[in-house]
C-alpha cells in the first residue's frame, strides 16, 4: 500500500515547475541518446567540476505548506502609517492596476521588447511612462525608467561629465538631497576620482565644477530657491540635474521652468507599494540635445511596413549589448512594469485626479504645520509641499516615541528635529491623531475644519507651474473602471508573453514564475513597508532576506551575501566594486586590468568601464571556448595590473569550458580575482558550486534562475554572491546600515536590500522545490536544450558543442549559412516565429547571424515539439525561397510578421493567406496576431520621438 508520505504529495510543486513528466523525460532522454539525467550530467559537465560538496536544502514543500511558513514570517512585519518620507511614501495602487497588471501574468511574464512587433502593449504603457516625466518635468527628452533615484542621480552626475565642456573634475551635491542619494552618488564619484562638494544651493556659484545636483522639494521639504544657482552652474559650462518629486511637480513650477538640464526621481508614489525598497521606476528627463548621451532605454516612435505607427526601442546604439565598455549607461534589466504601473495610474486619475491628490497632500501638510505653529511649535520649513521638519526641543524624543505607540513612523532629522511627510493615503484624522502624538493636550485646540476655512497654504503663487499637465487624450479618457480595465486589457492583448507560448530567450531563463510565488508580493506586511522603518517593525523582512541569504550560499558556496543589487549589470558593478576596494584595502589600487572574454555580454565591459577599469579582451576558440593561451598571455602581460577576469559559466556559447578551474588558477596566480558572472546559473544550480570551482563574486538573476518574472523588461534582482576575503568590501547603507564586517562602505542602490519584496518569489521557489527539486529542475534544463539541440540540428547547424557533443542550457545555432545560400535572414526567422505564435530565441548573441535557444526545465515535451516543428516548417519554407519557388524578396519569410489587416487586405502574393497566417494547423487554436507589421528601425532612430504621437497619427 502507498505510504501516507507519498500519499501528501510534499513534491507536488516540483512536477508542476518542471514540464515534461517521467515518460517524457524518459523518451527524452532515448532521443539524446542517454540512459538517465545523471549520466546526461555526467556526458555534459567536465569531470573537474563535478563531485563538489551537496546541496544542504530542506525538503520540498507544498504550494500551502510554504504559503503558510512565509506567511508565518510576513506577520512578523509591522505595518505602521509611513510619514517618514526620504523618498517613499504611502500610496494606493488603484486596484484595476492591482489585478490586471502587478498580478497578472500577461504583463509580468513578458521580456523586455527587443521583439517590438509582438510588445506594441508595453511599449505604449512605456511610452505613456514617458509622457507623463515629460509633462511633469517640462523636458524635451524622457527614457523608460532606470533602476532607482539615487542610481539615476548617478546617471545624471556621469553624464553630466560626458556632455559638460568644464575641465573641473568636482560636482556640486545639494547637502539636503536624499542621503542614500548622496551614498551612491560617492560610490560612483570614487572609482572615477571625481571629487563631490556639498552645500546648499546658494552656495553652488562659489564653486568650479562640471554639474551640480539639487534635490527638489529637499529631503527636509524645503522648496529652495533654484533658479540663481542653475544658472550659476550653467554659466561655468556645467549641467545642472534636479531630482524631483513627481507628485510635487503636479503643482510646482517645472523643472525645465527653472531651466534644469536633467530631472530624474523615482514614481514610486505613483501607485507603486514601498516594498521594504523596492522595486519602483525611476526616470530620467532632459533636453533634446543630449539625447544621444542619455543613461538607459528610450522608447520611440516609428513606422511599420504599412506605413503605421509602431513602437520600438529607440537609439540603441548608445546601449551596453551595442556599445559595450563605451556604452552610456549598463541598463539591461530595468523596471518596465513598474514604469507601466507608473503610466497606468496618471492614465487612471488623469490631470484633475492628480491634481485632486496633490492638493490634498499639500492641504493636510499645511494644516497639520499651521496648528503646530498656532500651539507654539516652531515649523523650520518655509516652503513646501509635503514634508515639514519641526523643532520639539527636549521633547523630541518623548513626540517621536509618542507617534510611534499610535502607530506613526516619523524621521529623527537631529536630537531636537522630527521630519513629517505626508502621502497620498494620508487623512484628517492622521493630522489629528499626529497632533495629539507631539503636543498632547494642546492638539485638543486644533480643528481641521477652522484651519482649512482658513486655506492655508505654504506654496506661494511664484512657486507654481502654470502649464497644463497630461492634456494627451489618454489621460483623460480612461477614468471609470471600465473603460481603465478595457485599455489594460487591449495593450495587454499586443503582447506575446510566457501565458501565451514558450520564449525561448537564450541567457534569459524564462521559466515559470508560478503563481504561488507571486503571491506574497501584494501582501501588505511586505508592500507597505518602508525601507527605513524601525527594525523592531521589519523582523519578518529581515528574516525573509536571512533565510534566501542562506539558501543562496548553500546552492553558490559562496560565504556572503549582498542582496541590494537591483539587476545583474548592478550585481556585476557591486562585484567589481568590491575587488576593487580588496586591492585598495591591499595597497594594490593600481590593479585596474578586467579581462573579459570576446563572446561577455555587453554589461561585463560596460561594468568593468563604470568601476573605471580598462578592459582587456580574450579571444575565444572555434569551439567558442575562452582561449586559454591567450588568456594565459594578457594575465602574463598584465600580471601587476590584473585586477580580475569576467567570465560567464557555463558560457554564453552555451557550453560547459573544460579548462575553467584553469582560467580561474591562472588569473588566481597573477593577484587577479575571478568575477563570475551568473546568468547561466541555471546550468549549475545543485550540481555545481560556483564558489568550489574558483570563483570569488558572482552575481545570480533572481529574475533568471531563481523565478522572478521578467515584467516585460524588469524588475529584478542580482545579489552578489562573495568569499570570505572580499565580504568586508561589500556595498552597504548610509541610512540603514547593515551590520558586519563591511560597515561603512557606500552603496550601490538606494534601498539596502534593493527591491526587497519581490525577494518572496525566490524565497517561494527554492522552498518548494528543495534540494532534490532544484537539482532535478537543473537537469530537465540541460536535457530540453540537448534535445532542442539534436532535434533542430538536422536543419540548423548546432554551433558549439561541448564534450560528447553536449551543450549546456542552451543551444546556438547558426543560420549565416542559410542567408547566404538564400538571402533570409536571422530576423526574417525571427519575426517569421510570431506568425507561428512564438517569440523569436536570442537573436545575434553573442555570435551575430545566430539564434540562442534556452528552452527552461518548465517547458514540456509538447511545447518544445510545437516549436521544433515550426522552425522545420520555416525551414521548409527557406528552401522554397533557395528553389526559387518564392521571390527572395516577396515570400512570406520576408513580409513577416503578418497582421490581421495585412492577410484580409489586397492579397497579390505568391503564397496564400492560409500559408501566411496559419501556416501549421495548430496555429488556428491559439493563434497570436502581431498588432503591426515589421517595424523600420533605422526610420525610428532617423525621428526620435519618444512623447505619445496624437490620436491622428494612428487614422
Ligand atoms: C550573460 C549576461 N550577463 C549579464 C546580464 C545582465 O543582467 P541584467 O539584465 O539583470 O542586468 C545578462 C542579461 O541578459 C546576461 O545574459
Redesign the pocket.
Known amino acids: 500500500m502507498t505510504p501516507l508520505s507519498s500519499l501528501e504529495n510534499h513534491n507536488e510543486f516540483i512536477h508542476r515547475h518542471i514540464g515534461p513528466d517521467e515518460a517524457e523525460i524518459a523518451s527524452m532522454l532515448a532521443t539524446v541518446g542517454s540512459a538517465s539525467l545523471d549520466e546526461l550530467v555526467k556526458d555534459t559537465l567536465p569531470a573537474t567540476i563535478l563531485g563538489g560538496s551537496p546541496v544542504a536544502l530542506p525538503d520540498a514543500v507544498t504550494e500551502e505548506a510554504a504559503l503558510a511558513e512565509l506567511r508565518r514570517i510576513a506577520n512578523k512585519n509591522v505595518i505602521a502609517r509611513s510619514f517618514i518620507g526620504m523618498g517613499y511614501s504611502e500610496t494606493i495602487t488603484p486596484k484595476v492596476i492591482l489585478r490586471n497588471v502587478m498580478e497578472n501574468p500577461g504583463w509580468y511574464t513578458a521580456y523586455t521588447p527587443y521583439q517590438a512587433e509582438i510588445s506594441q502593449g508595453r511599449l505604449q504603457a512605456l511610452l505613456n511612462f514617458q509622457q507623463v516625466v515629460l509633462d511633469l518635468t517640462g523636458l524635451e527628452l524622457a527614457n523608460a525608467s532606470l533602476l532607482d533615484e539615487a542610481t539615476a542621480a548617478a546617471e545624471a552626475m556621469a553624464m553630466a561629465r560626458r556632455v559638460s565642456k568644464s575641465k573641473s573634475n568636482r560636482f556640486f551635491v545639494d547637502r539636503d538631497a536624499l542621503p542614500q542619494t548622496i551614498d551612491v552618488m560617492k560610490t560612483r564619484a570614487q572609482a572615477f576620482g571625481w571629487e563631490l562638494i556639498y552645500g546648499t544651493a546658494a552656495e553652488a556659484k562659489d564653486h568650479e565644477v562640471f554639474g551640480a545636483l539639487f534635490q527638489y522639494p529637499n529631503v527636509n521639504g524645503e522648496i529652495a530657491e533654484l533658479e540663481g544657482a542653475i544658472a550659476a552652474i550653467k554659466a561655468m559650462g556645467g549641467l545642472t540635474a534636479l531630482a524631483t518629486d513627481p507628485m510635487a511637480l503636479v503643482v510646482l513650477k517645472s523643472p525645465a521652468a527653472l531651466g534644469a538640464d536633467v530631472a530624474f526621481g523615482s514614481l514610486q508614489r505613483f501607485g507603486i507599494p514601498m516594498g521594504f525598497g523596492g522595486p519602483h521606476a525611476a526616470y530620467f528627463a532632459t533636453k533634446d540635445e543630449y539625447k544621444r548621451s542619455v543613461p538607459g532605454r528610450i522608447i520611440g516612435v516609428s513606422v511599420d511596413s504599412a506605413g503605421n505607427p509602431a513602437l520600438r526601442m529607440a537609439l540603441q546604439t548608445r546601449e551596453q549589448h551595442i556599445r559595450r565598455e563605451k556604452a552610456n549607461s549598463?541598463?539591461?534589466?530595468s523596471q518596465a512594469l513598474l514604469a507601466n504601473m507608473a503610466g497606468f495610474y496618471a492614465v487612471y486619475h488623469g490631470p484633475v485626479g492628480l491634481k485632486r491628490i496633490a492638493d490634498r497632500i499639500h492641504r493636510l501638510t499645511a494644516i497639520f504645520a499651521e496648528g503646530l505653529k498656532r500651539v507654539g511649535v516652531s515649523v523650520q520649513t518655509r516652503h513646501f509641499f509635503d514634508t515639514v521638519v519641526i523643532d520639539l526641543g527636549a521633547k523630541t524624543h518623548a513626540a517621536y516615541e509618542a507617534a510611534l505607540a499610535a502607530g506613526y513612523n516619523l524621521r529623527h532629522v537631529s536630537s531636537s528635529q522630527l521630519g513629517v511627510s505626508f502621502g497620498e493615503t494620508a487623512s484628517r484624522d492622521d493630522v489629528k491623531a499626529l497632533w495629539t502624538a507631539l503636543v498632547g493636550d494642546a492638539a485638543k485646540a486644533l480643528d481641521v475644519d477652522l484651519l482649512d476655512q482658513d486655506r492655508v497654504t505654504r506654496l506661494a503663487p511664484e512657486l507654481l507651474r502654470q502649464d497644463a499637465i497630461l492634456s494627451h487624450p489618454v489621460f483623460n479618457a480612461h477614468h471609470t473602471e471600465t473603460e481603465m480595465l478595457r485599455f489594460l486589457k487591449k495593450l495587454q492583448n499586443k503582447d506575446l508573453a510566457l501565458d501565451h507560448s514558450m520564449i525561448s530567450l537564450g541567457?534569459?531563463t524564462m521559466k515559470l514564475n508560478a503563481t504561488a510565488e507571486m503571491i506574497p508580493v501584494t501582501w501588505p506586511e511586505f508592500g507597505s513597508i518602508h525601507p527605513f522603518a524601525p527594525s523592531t517593525q521589519t523582523r519578518g523582512y529581515l528574516e525573509l532576506i536571512e533565510g534566501l541569504s542562506e539558501q543562496l550560499k548553500a546552492i553558490t558556496g559562496f560565504d556572503e551575501i549582498c542582496m541590494q543589487p537591483n539587476?545583474?549589470?548592478?550585481?556585476?558593478y557591486a562585484g567589481l566594486l568590491a575587488i576593487r576596494r580588496y586591492h585598495e584595502a591591499r595597497g594594490e589600487g593600481h590593479r585596474n586590468i578586467c579581462l573579459i572574454p570576446q563572446s561577455?555580454?555587453g554589461?561585463?565591459p560596460a561594468t568593468a568601464q563604470m568601476m573605471s577599469m580598462q578592459v582587456v579582451v580574450v579571444a575565444c576558440d572555434e569551439n567558442g571556448n575562452v582561449n586559454v593561451a591567450d588568456l594565459k598571455a594578457k594575465a602574463e602581460q598584465h600580471s601587476k595590473n590584473l585586477s580580475c577576469l569576467m567570465i560567464?559559466y557555463p558560457s554564453?556559447h552555451g557550453v560547459f569550458e573544460e579548462a575553467i578551474r584553469e582560467i580561474c588558477d591562472v588569473i588566481h596566480s597573477h593577484g587577479g580575482q575571478v568575477y563570475m558572472?551568473g546568468?547561466?546559473l541555471n546550468a549549475l544550480v545543485a550540481l555545481v558550486k560556483p564558489a568550489e570551482i574558483g570563483a570569488d563574486v558572482s552575481?545570480m538573476?533572481l529574475?533568471?534562475t531563481f523565478c522572478i518574472p521578467h515584467g516585460g523588461g524588469?524588475p529584478?534582482m542580482?545579489p552578489i554572491g562573495l568569499k570570505a576575503h572580499l565580504a568586508p568590501y561589500m556595498a552597504n547603507h548610509v541610512v540603514a546600515p547593515v551590520d558586519g564586517p563591511h560597515r561603512g562602505q557606500s552603496a550601490v542602490s538606494a534601498a539596502p536590500f534593493g527591491s526587497a519584496s519581490i525577494l518572496v518569489i525566490s524565497w517561494m521557489y527554492i522552498r518548494m522545490m528543495g534540494g532534490n527539486g532544484l537539482k532535478k529542475a537543473t537537469q530537465t534544463a540541460l536535457l530540453n536544450a540537448n534535445y532542442m539541440a539534436k532535434l533542430l540540428s538536422a536543419d540548423y547547424p548546432v554551433l558549439y558543442t561541448g564534450k560528447n557533443g553536449r551543450v549546456a542550457h542552451e543551444c546556438i545555432i547558426d543560420l549565416r549559412p542559410l542567408k547566404a545560400e538564400t538571402g533570409v535572414t536571422e530576423v526574417d526567422i525571427a519575426k517569421r516565429l510570431m506568425d507561428y505564435g512564438f517569440h523569436a530565441p536570442t537573436m545575434s548573441f553573442p555570435v551575430p547571424g545566430t539564434f540562442m535557444i534556452e528552452p527552461t526545465e518548465s517547458e514540456s515535451k509538447a511545447e518544445l515539439d510545437r516549436f521544433i516543428e515550426a522552425m522545420h516548417s520555416i525551414r521548409a519554407e527557406i528552401s522554397k525561397v533557395g528553389a526559387g519557388v518564392w521571390p527572395a524578396d516577396n515570400n512570406p519569410l520576408r513580409h513577416a510578421p503578418h497582421t490581421q489587416f495585412a492577410v484580409i487586405g489586397q492579397w497579390e502574393r505568391p503564397y496564400s493567406r492560409e500559408e501566411a497566417a496559419y501556416p501549421l494547423t495548430w496555429v488556428r487554436d491559439n493563434k497570436f496576431w502581431p498588432s503591426v507589421g515589421r517595424i523600420d528601425d533605422a526610420y525610428g532612430d532617423r525621428n526620435v520621438v519618444c512623447s505619445c504621437p496624437s490620436i491622428e497619427a494612428y487614422s
Open positions: 549598463n541598463i539591461c534589466t541567457s534569459c539587476s545583474g549589470a548592478q550585481g556585476e561577455a555580454h554589461t561585463n560567464t554564453t558572472d546568468a547561466n552575481h538573476n529574475h533568471k524588469g529584478g542580482g
